[in-house]
């Protein structure tokens, strides 16, 4: 079974905050994703990456950075967190040509 | 630009009888097309994909159906039970691209 880690399930940051959101995958998958999910929106990717110190922007890349250092490793960075990036926060990971891709838990961010 | 579309945003549906939701695509480019369920608080998980080459795919009480021509597909799952109330998304991918565009989701409710 793929197993994918997020490093927390509900965070509280003040405006201004430098956020780190980091996900772990322990099934060698290749690709990457990091996704916002708000209500009527649907899922809206953020940032992927399909290897290591690759990284692909997005629909919705802006007030966010990305990092992957390790394989099994995908951090999401806000460098300055607003108020309008208070979401639910998903990472998943994928394998092969048809990406089917396998989600973590989630973390609801909440900025103040 | 959604490419991807689910017009309702919510169905209720009493147990026992067919729970159908619908996805309408843009882009005639989309060969490969995947469901998603998602409780609150927790990931999408995957439940049924169908490829283009099908019009329609089996699994258990889900079944997946594609027409191309019309750019629709819909998911049946029949008899509908209480754990299935979720929110449901339908996903797109083309050709070798690694992302999945996805669609708002629908939230299902099954009523006892």
């Known amino acids: 079974d793929v197993k994918v880690t997020q490093s927390s399930r509900y965070l509280v940051k003040r405006t201004g905050e430098k956020v780190f959101l980091e996900c772990v995958q322990d099934?060698?998958?290749?690709?990457m994703f990091w996704y916002r999910q708000d209500p009527g929106l649907g899922l809206r990717l953020i940032y992927f990456?399909?290897?290591?110190?690759?990284?692909e922007k997005g629909d919705i890349p802006e007030g966010y950075s990305v990092s992957r250092e390790k394989k099994e490793r995908f951090s999401l960075i806000l460098e300055s967190a607003s108020t309008n990036q208070t979401s639910m926060y998903l990472c998943?990971?994928?394998?092969?040509?048809?990406?089917?891709?396998?989600f973590g838990p989630g973390t609801r961010l909440t900025v103040l | 630009d959604q490419q991807v579309k689910q017009n309702s945003p919510s169905l209720s549906v009493q147990e026992g009888r067919i729970s159908i939701l619908n996805c309408d695509y843009t882009?005639?480019?989309?060969?490969?097309f995947l469901w998603y369920k998602k409780y609150p608080a927790e990931g999408p998980t995957f439940l049924i994909s169908?490829?283009?080459i099908k019009d329609k795919n089996e699994d258990g009480r889900f079944t997946v159906f594609l027409n191309k021509s019309a750019k629709h597909l819909s998911l049946h799952i029949v008899p509908s039970q209480p754990g299935d109330s979720a929110v449901y998304f339908c996903?797109?991918?083309?050709?070798?691209?690694?992302?999945?565009?996805w669609g708002a989701g629908t939230k299902l409710i099954i009523k006892p």
């Open positions: 998943a990971t994928g394998s092969g040509r048809r990406n089917e891709q396998f």
């Open positions: 990456s399909y290897d290591v110190k690759m990284k």
């Open positions: 882009n005639s480019m989309f060969d490969y």
């Open positions: 996903a797109a991918s083309a050709n070798s691209n690694y992302q999945l565009i």
């Open positions: 169908i490829s283009s």
């Open positions: 099934m060698d998958h290749e690709n």
